[in-house]
């Protein structure tokens, strides 16, 4: 949810909340951004009661009883996002070296992915690099699965100082990859990373007015 001056754009599931101080009627101008199979719900309620809720299907101006003074929320719970992106997923990191065993990952958010040290595991939707820095020279032992975006799998390079790059086509069936590495940081590069927005369900309310009652 933003603020952009009076209006209020509700991008997930958020709820804002006003006190008005006698009994009147709220004035609102909604508009939606329609995705999915059903338009945007605006939930409203005063102090403990519902005022039920209203499906915005276009922008219009509505109004809203209010019997008594008190705490007034607007609410919007029925988001609706879908996307679809290219993701490298690696699994299983294992080092063997000359004279240690240990690795370190780092996936930094610009990845558009992470590395959770509970599962040994990391992702990527990005061109941002994932990073793995061996404790010294030895074998990298890894798995690789690929989930396609556009009909495309992602294209997986592996890059070292001193080594020539080694490029790996996913697939979605894991890969074992097995490198020989050195303490230099090797890199796993997602090459062509893909995104795109397929549907976003929004709520803006471009004003919300109090008039008391006569």
């Given at each position: 949810m933003t603020f952009e001056g009076e209006q209020v754009f509700f991008r997930g599931f958020s709820l804002i909340s006003m006190n008005v101080?006698?009994?009147?009627?709220?004035?609102?101008d909604a508009e939606p951004q329609l995705a999915g199979k059903e338009a945007p719900h605006l939930v409203m309620g005063l102090?403990?009661?519902s005022l039920g809720q209203r499906t915005i299907r276009q922008r219009e101006t509505f109004?809203?009883?209010?019997r008594e003074a008190g705490k007034v929320t607007?609410?919007?719970f029925n988001d609706y996002?879908?996307?679809?992106?290219?993701?490298?997923?690696?699994?299983?990191f294992k080092f063997s070296g000359n004279s240690c065993s240990s690795l370190e990952v780092t996936a930094s958010p610009e990845t558009g992915g992470s590395y959770n040290p509970a599962?040994?595991?990391a992702n990527a939707t990005w061109r941002v690099p994932i990073i793995v820095k061996p404790c010294s020279n030895g074998i990298l032992n890894f798995l690789v699965i690929g989930r396609p975006a556009d009909n495309i799998y992602p294209i997986l390079k592996l890059s070292q100082s001193g080594q020539a790059d080694r490029i790996i086509q996913t697939s979605n069936l894991r890969q074992a990859v097995q490198v020989r590495v050195s303490n230099a940081p090797l890199t796993l590069t997602l090459t062509n990373p893909y995104f795109k927005e397929?549907?976003?369900r929004n709520l803006i309310l471009h004003s919300v007015q109090f008039v008391p009652q006569p």
């Open positions: 101080c006698q009994p009147g009627e709220l004035v609102i102090n403990n009661e109004r809203v009883p209010l607007l609410g919007y996002y879908l996307s679809e992106a290219r993701v490298i997923t690696y699994e299983k599962t040994n595991s397929l549907a976003d």
